[in-house]
């Protein structure tokens, strides 16, 4: 494993599998999902509609805040219930995009990376670090002038 310098602690190289569900405090989930060898056909106005009436169809967990970039997408999400496994729930939709959509070329990445959101200020720093990747990666001078981005369900850390 590899570490940190002046580190002795193993970081990870793969997310740990699972969403830990605490008693008491919000689950929130950062997550980044990339389509197949990071071919960039997400960012166009019929995906972006798409992937919103799939995300709402897919209503065991909400989507909060997401960025659809041309290889990849980030987005937030809290569950409605803790009975369906937030990688089932991520598999659903994209099975159900790949449907609906019908591009045998457009594929997705099997795995994808999650993590659960510990703190009210993690989730800001995530959100603003997010909404600057289209600047970042030159798509765009401002985060606001990208057209792929939005907030389907408000995910307050204090109400959950």
Partial sequence: MMTEPNSDLPQRKHPANGVL????????????????????WLAC???YQLLRDVWTDASAWLVGRYVIMPDHIHLFSAATSTEIEYKNWVRYWKSQFTKRHKVA????QTDDWDTRMRTAEQYEEKWEYVRFNP??????????EWPYWGILNELRWEQW
Avoid: A, M
Wanted: aromatic residues 8%.
């Fill in 135 to 144: 600047v970042r990666h030159q798509l765009t001078k401002r985060p606001e």
């Fill in 105 to 108: 070329d457009h594929r997705w």
């Fill in 21 to 40: 569900y605490i008693e008491g405090q919000p689950t929130i989930v950062f997550d980044t999902i990339c389509t197949k060898n990071r071919k960039p």
């Fill in 45 to 47: 106005d019929d995906v």
